[in-house]
């Protein structure tokens, strides 16, 4: 037998976070699986490693990450890769995520992901990169679309265009946030259900959800809220039209007690039953 | 690939440049729209206020003693102006900030708190022990079957986690006293007087432990990559026959090798 859960991924799962270890652990928590924030296990040893190995012996998970920057400029960040994949082969998830987007540029990172231009140059060099890193890697990766505050001047093509795009160029599939085309389309005034027509159904292999934060002029992504009304909405809509894929619950600022994720995730797998 | 590099640093330069409104700002608002409710640089300022918020917290998180002492506001202040002008170079977050004791210690406004510096170095002694490999036990057998002709090229080593400080300050009280969980008294006397310290982490249990001189000269060699003839040298006046089995009990030597 398996160290590891068999489980595959389906149903609304949870992203994991530290504060909720005990919990998981204690409680045998009634999820159907959990995403893990790569870099969080990108330590030598120590208590984060140890957990995340008790996690996944009684849960599928899936592999997440703010920091291959495929969009970026800069070289690829082979050292990076090497330790994402020796952690992919440790934990064994069911597959990787990052997104589209770039975070560094001259080696100076932001820890914020940065939208690209959508432009024929961008889309040749963010699909020659991602080439190579599924090369590296030895899978196909997710992408996912990010929420954006500024729009460029300069753009040959939507962002639903340039991810069409990109999975014809790479064969990559898409992870569609729901939270952030909700927040991008509000803040750049595109039409979310326009975006989710365009994506290649059976190309989606994950759904996020994620609460906003409302300012003046824009919509803010902080994933320190529940999931707002018109996102559920979408979200219905999504499920709708692209039938019952996993969703994900993200929380990452002023992170609730557990049983307030797990309920969020029942109201995601009510949808999903619905429509199923 | 010439303007999407171009753009990707000016983008980087409006971030972090010294002004609000300054060169690179001007320059990358060109490239952007505005909108019904915010102009082009309302919308980079968006990201610029995200970019140095999320490094500030991320150095409160790693900083909490430094955070007390200091008072949010404060902190918050300092810790802006050093990740505006310290650029993170990993992709981890977690790699970032370990040039924060240096930069507090020539950071004139904190200068009042001259013991700052060196809470702030063991604050990420610890971030980093955290994190540190696991370490299995020392093979005593193995010491003890190395030939008597060689004992003199073992190189002991401390845990994969293990940091050592000295302080003029007792820094660990300091530390001690402002945890959440302190229930004694928060005064600290600053003539108790210096700290030689190792801040390791045993199996999952975080350790800041105080050494006496003896074992703060023979931990200090050892990470120095001092040989075991150079540290049974009379003239170091190390107890080697107490103070290492003492040393290796309590954890600080976690292996040894052989030199070549
Ligand atoms: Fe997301």
């Not at chain 1, 699986?33 to 990108?42: A, G």
């Not at chain 2, 090229?153 to 009280?173: E, G, T």
């Amino acid at each position: 037998m398996s160290r590891f859960s068999q489980a595959t991924i389906a149903g609304a799962g949870i992203g994991l976070r530290s504060t909720h270890y005990q919990d998981i652990l204690n409680d045998k928590a009634a999820v159907p699986w959990f995403e893990v924030l790569s870099e969080n296990y990108f330590g030598d040893g120590g208590l984060p490693l140890h957990y995340l190995e008790q996690v996944r012996s009684d849960y599928p998970v899936t592999l997440h990450g703010v920091g291959m920057s495929l969009g970026s400029t800069d070289p690829l960040d082979f050292s990076y890769l090497a330790r994402l994949k020796q952690l992919a082969e440790q934990i064994e998830p069911a597959w990787i995520s990052d997104h589209l987007a770039w975070i560094s540029a001259g080696n100076r990172y932001v820890h914020d992901l940065l939208p690209l231009p959508y432009t024929e140059e961008a889309l040749n060099h963010f699909a020659e990169r991602l080439l190579q890193v599924q090369d590296f890697l030895g899978c196909r990766l997710l992408i996912e679309n990010p929420s954006s505050y500024l729009s460029y001047r300069k753009t040959d093509m939507t962002e639903w265009e340039f991810l069409q795009e990109l999975v014809d160029k790479t064969d990559c599939d898409i992870l569609f946030d729901v939270n952030n085309v909700y927040v991008s389309g509000t803040n750049h005034g595109f039409d979310p259900i326009e975006y989710l027509h365009a994506l290649p159904v059976g190309r989606v292999k994950e759904i996020h959800l994620a609460g906003y934060q409302k300012h003046d002029n824009y919509l803010f992504d902080t994933h320190g809220f529940r999931v707002h009304p018109p996102v559920w909405e979408l979200y219905r809509a999504t499920i709708e039209h692209l039938g019952p894929v996993p969703t994900l619950i993200e929380w990452d600022n002023d992170i609730p007690p557990f049983e307030k994720l797990v309920d969020e995730a029942g109201m995601a797998q009510k949808v999903l039953d619905e429509i199923a | 690939m010439t303007d999407l590099r171009e753009l990707q640093h000016l983008f980087r330069d409006a971030v972090f440049e010294e002004t609000s409104d300054g060169p690179a700002l001007q320059a990358f608002s060109k490239l952007i729209n505005d909108s019904a409710g915010l102009s082009a640089a309302g919308h980079l300022r968006i990201y610029r206020g995200a970019i140095l918020g999320t490094l500030t917290r991320a150095l409160g998180n790693i900083y909490p003693v430094c955070k007390r002492l200091l008072g949010d506001q404060f902190f918050d202040g300092m810790a802006r102006i050093h990740a505006r002008n310290t650029p993170s170079q990993s992709a981890d977050l977690a790699n970032y900030g370990g040039e924060f004791g240096d930069f507090i210690a020539s950071f004139e406004p904190a200068a009042t708190l001259p013991y700052l510096a060196d809470v702030a170095r063991l604050e990420w002694h610890w971030h980093r022990a955290f994190h540190a490999a696991d370490e299995a036990a020392m093979d005593l057998a193995a010491l003890n079957n190395v030939p008597l002709a060689d004992t003199g090229r073992i190189a002991f080593r401390l845990p994969a986690s293990a940091r050592l400080l000295d302080s003029n300050f007792p820094v660990q009280k300091i530390w001690q006293v402002n945890q959440d969980d302190w229930q004694g008294d928060q005064d600290v006397n600053l003539d108790e007087g210096d700290a030689s310290l190792i801040i390791w982490r045993k199996q999952y249990g975080m350790r800041i432990d105080e050494l006496d001189s003896q074992e703060s000269q023979l931990l200090g060699a050892i990470d120095n990559g001092a040989l075991f003839n150079e540290l049974s040298q009379p003239d170091m006046g190390l107890e080697l026959d107490t103070l290492l089995p003492r040393c290796y009990q309590q954890g600080w030597i976690a292996g040894f090798t052989l030199d070549a």
